[in-house]
Structures are given as C-alpha cells and as structure tokens.
C-alpha cells in the first residue's frame, strides 16, 4: 500500500470495532489521510483492517494496548521507523464495566479497570506520541468523551454510572493540559462526545450509528489552521463542563 509522504498520518487506539472502526473509515476516505487502526488484540486488528483494505482504503493495523507501558512503546517504536512522525492521534480507546450493584473489592477493581484504560490509558499514549507530534506540521489529539462526563449536566443524568463518567470527565481535564501546553505552537487538542451509539460498550442499546458517533471526531480531526482547541462538543457544537 503507498503512503505518500504527503499523507497525514492518524493513530486511532480501539479501532477494531465500534467508533474507532467508523472514524478509521471515514478519515481513510480522505485522500489525504493513512490511518493506523489500533487494536489491543493483533489478530483483530488484522481483521478489522482488511475489511477496510478491501475497499480500497489506506488503512493498517497496529497493536496497542494502552494499559501497557511495553506496548505503548512497541507502538510508538513502530510509527516512528515506518513514518518519523504522527500528525493526528485519536484516543479512543475506552470500556465501560458492569457497576450496577457492584461493591467492595470488586468495585475498587472495576474503578482501576475504567480508569487503567480510559484515563491513564490515554494519558500514557499521548505522553509517548507527543515527540512523533511534534515533528507534524500540523499535530491534532482527539480525546474520546461522552457528555455525561460534564459535572455541568449532572444533574440531566443523575446518580449514574459514578466510574465511567468520572473517568471521562478526568479525560477532560488531561485534554485541557495538552490543550494549554501546545496552544502556543497551534495544535489543536479537543474532546468529543459520539452521542449515544449501538456499539458493543453498550451491548447494542445505543440509539445512533457509529458512523455518526464518528463525525464530530472526524472534524476534530481534520481542523484547519483556525480551529479550535481546548473545547468539549459533539455533533450539535460545544457541551458544558
Ligand atoms: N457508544 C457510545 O454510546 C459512547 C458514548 C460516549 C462515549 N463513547 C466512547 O467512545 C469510545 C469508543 O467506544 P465504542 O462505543 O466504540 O465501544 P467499543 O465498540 O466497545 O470499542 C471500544 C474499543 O476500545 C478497545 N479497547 C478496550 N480496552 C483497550 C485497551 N486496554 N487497549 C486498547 N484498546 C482497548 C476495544 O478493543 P476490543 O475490541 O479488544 O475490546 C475496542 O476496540 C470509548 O472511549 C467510549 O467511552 C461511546
């Protein structure tokens, strides 16, 4: 498969399946844009890659668990061998655990389980990928979100899902450091929220599409010179803190 050097280089993590599938297809529809499907299982990111492949797209798999301090850095080894830099990075990884109901030791570990991947998972990747960014003319994070992380919104979804939501609303404050730290040399770090989409971190329940889960990611993404940065919105514009 040719990658141009002119190509921009996307890292997505998750992107087996579900929302990081639907932005890796829709950014890899793009001219323009090479996109590493993350996945944390090699054989099924192979496999989410090919489908992709099939259509013509520039896609390839990449394996990353972003628990893992040696498969971060396997990752970051990789892209830096194969491209000297990384020009989008998209963490999207996430789980949402079974809490209902949960108590004790068994709660403590569900809280290390949300919060190992969702929150530190995205905060040691960026930490690993930021000298690949910064060798990108034009470096842009997207950190994946949900509005009921918004302390703002509490209350329109009240006493729910206390480990998951606050693992996301840690995100925001992560996106607001990368945000603040390389406003000056014009990245463009943001965090979005899909809507509530039929994937499997929800057993299918969701109501809308990965597809359009995708959308506003895709246009973070893809921000132009006056884009914005430092912002928490979805596909309807900007959501409260
Ligand atoms: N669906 C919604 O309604 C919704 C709403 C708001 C926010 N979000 C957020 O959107 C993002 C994508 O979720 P989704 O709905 O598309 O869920 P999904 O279909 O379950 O996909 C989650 C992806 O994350 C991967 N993942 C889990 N643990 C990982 C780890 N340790 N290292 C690397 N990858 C790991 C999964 O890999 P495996 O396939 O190996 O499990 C999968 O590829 C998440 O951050 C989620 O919190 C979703």
Redesign the pocket.
Same mark, same amino acid.
């Given at each position: 498969m040719s990658t141009s050097v002119a190509s921009k280089i996307v890292l997505i /993590?998750?992107? =087996?399946?579900? %929302?990081?599938f639907a932005i890796a297809k829709t950014l890899s529809s793009k001219p323009a844009y090479h996109v590493l499907m993350?996945?944390? *299982?090699a054989q099924?990111g192979i496999d989410a890659a090919k489908k992709l492949q099939g259509q013509g797209l520039h896609v390839e798999p990449i394996t %990353? *668990?972003? /628990?893992s301090d040696e498969s971060i850095a396997k990752a970051t080894q990789q892209v830096m061998k194969q491209f000297g830099r990384l020009d989008v990075l998209i963490n999207?990884?996430? $789980?949402?655990l079974k809490e209902d109901g949960i108590s004790g030791l068994e709660l403590r570990n569900i809280y290390q389980e949300t919060f190992a $991947?969702?929150t530190f998972?995205a905060a040691l990747t960026t930490e690993s990928f930021i000298p690949l960014l910064k060798s990108s003319p034009t470096p842009r994070i997207v950190f994946?979100? /949900?509005v009921v992380s918004s302390l703002a919104n509490e209350q329109k979804f009240p006493a729910f899902l206390p480990v998951y939501r606050s693992s996301?609303s840690a995100l925001n404050m992560l996106m607001m450091h990368y945000a603040s730290m390389y406003k000056d040399a014009g990245w463009k770090v943001n965090a979005s929220?899909?809507?509530?989409?039929a /994937? =499997?971190? =929800?057993a299918f329940a969701?109501m809308d599409t990965?597809d359009n889960?995708a959308l506003n990611a895709v246009r973070l993404a893809t921000l132009g010179e006056d884009g914005e940065t430092g912002t928490f919105s979805n596909k309807d514009g900007v959501i409260a803190w």
């Open positions: /993590t998750g992107a =087996n399946q579900g %929302i990081g993350g996945s944390r *299982d099924r %990353i *668990d972003v /628990t999207n990884a996430g $789980v949402s $991947v969702n998972g994946m979100s /949900t996301k929220c899909p809507g509530y989409c /994937t =499997n971190l =929800n969701g990965p889960g």
